[in-house]
């Protein structure tokens, strides 16, 4: 089956389609032994794709959702020999984080070699839910909850509107249900920061539809076929599974 060479590359882990499509165009990367170029097709059954001189082989795509721990890296390997995610779960492929949670925050990550889902599921502009519970230390005011609500200013640039639900308040502790459609590098803290509250534990429960349902926390399982094309269907992709 011909298929664009991005897309053939994002499904074999490379990376994401823009990813490849940035290899493509620094010249990294060869078709038959020859420079590719951006638009062509490939056939992945008889073609030889390399990135760097390094053989692409199409692996088979798997999906893991973890209910990652505190003190764990959401990345493929740490220099500094730090416990990862992904050290975490039990692919035969090589999988990669869907974006990042802090080292200190649990919750829902998915695991996966699907480079367009991947892409779908972590860039901003597709939109998608990242839902977090996390307690603040003090009695949230309701003028903090409005403030959130319609997006704060951070060092980066402000932010989107949020859902916000106070799950419970005391003069010691409240609970706070989030809603974010874009997750920047440790967001939620640093929103909750600028109208002066801080963060005593974060976790987030939804990515999604990917929720972490019964997982306890470092509990994982992989995604079946059907949960593979609800998955897809409901960030705007195709429903095969491969």
């Given at each position: 089956?011909?298929?664009?060479l991005q897309k ?8 994401s389609?823009r990813?490849?499509?940035?290899l493509?165009r620094?010249g ?10 951006l638009?062509?097709s490939?056939?992945p059954t008889?073609d030889?794709v390399t990135v760097?001189g ?9 999906y893991?959702?973890l209910?990652k ?5 959401c990345t493929?390997?740490?220099p500094r020999?730090?416990p990862?995610v992904v050290?975490?779960?039990?692919a ?7 974006g990042r949670?802090?080292?200190?925050t ?5 695991l996966t070699n ?5 892409l779908?599921l ?13 307690d603040?230390?003090?009695c949230?005011s ?6 959130i609500r319609?997006?704060?200013v951070?060092d980066?640039g ?6 916000v639900t ?18 920047r590098n ?9 109208v002066?509250?801080k963060?005593l534990?974060?976790?987030r429960?939804?990515?999604g539809?990917?929720?972490?349902g019964?997982?306890?926390?470092g509990?994982f ?7 593979i094309?609800?998955l ?11």
């Amino acid at each position: 089956m011909v298929e664009r060479l991005q897309k053939m590359m994002a499904y074999a882990g490379v990376g994401s389609r823009r990813y490849c499509e940035e290899l493509i165009r620094q010249g990294r990367v060869q078709v038959g032994g020859r420079k590719a170029h951006l638009g062509m097709s490939v056939d992945p059954t008889t073609d030889v794709v390399t990135v760097d001189g390094k053989p692409v082989r199409r692996e088979p795509l798997e999906y893991w959702v973890l209910n990652k721990p505190r003190g764990t890296i959401c990345t493929a390997n740490d220099p500094r020999g730090r416990p990862t995610v992904v050290d975490m779960v039990p692919a035969q492929s090589r999988v990669y984080p869907v974006g990042r949670l802090d080292w200190d925050t649990t919750g829902v990550i998915l695991l996966t070699n699907d480079g367009e889902v991947a892409l779908r599921l972590a860039h901003p502009r597709f939109g998608v839910e990242k839902e977090y519970l996390v307690d603040v230390r003090g009695c949230v005011s309701l003028e903090a909850v409005r403030t959130i609500r319609r997006g704060t200013v951070l060092d980066d640039g402000p932010t989107m509107p949020v859902q916000v639900t106070v799950v419970s308040a005391t003069p010691m502790r409240s609970t706070l249900r989030l809603v974010l459609r874009e997750g920047r590098n440790r967001q939620v803290r640093r929103m909750l920061e600028t109208v002066g509250y801080k963060v005593l534990a974060l976790h987030r429960c939804r990515i999604g539809d990917l929720d972490d349902g019964r997982l306890p926390v470092g509990g994982f399982r992989r995604l079946g076929s059907a949960d593979i094309r609800r998955l897809r269907a409901s960030i705007g992709l195709d429903r095969s599974v491969s």
